[in-house]
T-cell receptor, first 108, second 113 residues
Framework: GQSLEQPSEVTAVEGAIVQINCTYQTSGFYGLSWYQQHDGGAPTFLSYNALDGLEETGRFSSFLSRSDSYGYLLLQELQMKDSASYFCALNRDDKIIFGKGTRLHILP | DAGVIQSPRHEVTEMGQEVTLRCKPISGHDYLFWYRQTMMRGLELLIYFNNNVPIDDSGMPEDRFSAKMPNASFSTLKIQPSEPRDSAVYFC???????????FGPGTRLLVL
C-alpha cells in the first residue's frame, strides 16, 4: 500500500521561510508533487520532483530524498497570499495519491 | 484553453434526490479523474477514465455512485439516491498521462439536506 504523512497545520510570519514536510510509505512511485489550494478554490500544481534533490521555482522549492522516504516544500519570503493548504502527492504510473494537506497560516 | 469546466458550481438538494455533476476536461487530455473532498477524509479519488474508458473505480463509495464518459469532452458523476453524507466538494481533473500533472476544475459544492 501507500500513504503520505504531512502536518495538518503550520504557522509562520509574513516575510519568513517555512518548510512543509511530507513522509511517505509506498511500494513504488516515480515522482513527488506539490499542490496548493486556497480556501474555496481548486488544487493547483506547484512543483514536481522526479529525482532526488532540490527543485526551485521562484519563491518555492521542493526537495525529495528517496532513501529517506521524505520530501518537503520550502516557501520563502512568505506573503499573505500564500495562506492556503498544501498537498504532497505521489505520482505513480496508474494515478496520483494525495496527502491530507497542510494548512499554512501566515501572521502579519 | 478554458481549463477544466464543471457544472453546476453549487448544488443543494434533498435527501433521496438524484444529483448529476458534469465535467468537460481540457482538450487533448486523455485522462479524467473525479475526486471528492471533505474536511474529514481529505481529497479522495473516486474514479478515473483513460480515453473514455473507466480504469479504476475502486474509490466509488457505493452503488449509489456512477460515472460515465460518453465522449472525450464530457463526463458525468451521478448520485442516486443522494444522502446527507454525500455533502462535499466534487472535483474533476484531467491530465495528459495518468501520473502527470493534473489540472483541476473549480469543483461542485454539493449539499444534501
Amino acid at each position: 500500500g501507500q500513504s503520505l504523512e504531512q502536518p495538518s497545520e503550520v504557522t509562520a510570519v509574513e516575510g519568513a521561510i517555512v518548510q512543509i514536510n511530507c513522509t511517505y510509505q509506498t511500494s513504488g512511485f516515480y515522482g513527488l508533487s506539490w499542490y496548493q489550494q486556497h480556501d474555496g478554490g481548486a488544487p493547483t500544481f506547484l512543483s514536481y520532483n522526479a529525482l532526488d534533490g532540490l527543485e526551485e521555482t521562484g519563491r518555492f522549492s521542493s526537495f525529495l530524498s528517496r532513501s529517506d522516504s521524505y520530501g518537503y516544500l520550502l516557501l520563502q519570503e512568505l506573503q499573505m497570499k500564500d495562506s492556503a493548504s498544501y498537498f504532497c502527492a505521489l505520482n505513480r504510473d496508474d494515478k496520483i495519491i494525495f496527502g491530507k494537506g497542510t494548512r499554512l497560516h501566515i501572521l502579519p | 484553453d478554458a481549463g477544466v469546466i464543471q457544472s453546476p458550481r453549487h448544488e443543494v438538494t434533498e435527501m433521496g434526490q438524484e444529483v448529476t455533476l458534469r465535467c468537460k476536461p481540457i482538450s487533448g487530455h486523455d485522462y479524467l479523474f473525479w475526486y471528492r473532498q471533505t474536511m474529514m477524509r481529505g481529497l479522495e479519488l473516486l474514479i478515473y477514465f483513460n480515453n473514455n474508458v473507466p480504469i479504476d473505480d475502486s474509490g466509488m463509495p457505493e452503488d449509489r455512485f456512477s460515472a460515465k464518459m460518453p465522449n472525450a469532452s464530457f463526463s458525468t458523476l451521478k448520485i442516486q439516491p443522494s444522502e446527507p453524507r454525500d455533502s462535499a466538494v466534487y472535483f474533476c481533473a484531467s491530465s495528459l498521462e495518468t501520473g502527470e500533472t493534473q489540472y483541476f476544475g473549480p469543483g461542485t459544492r454539493l449539499l444534501v439536506l
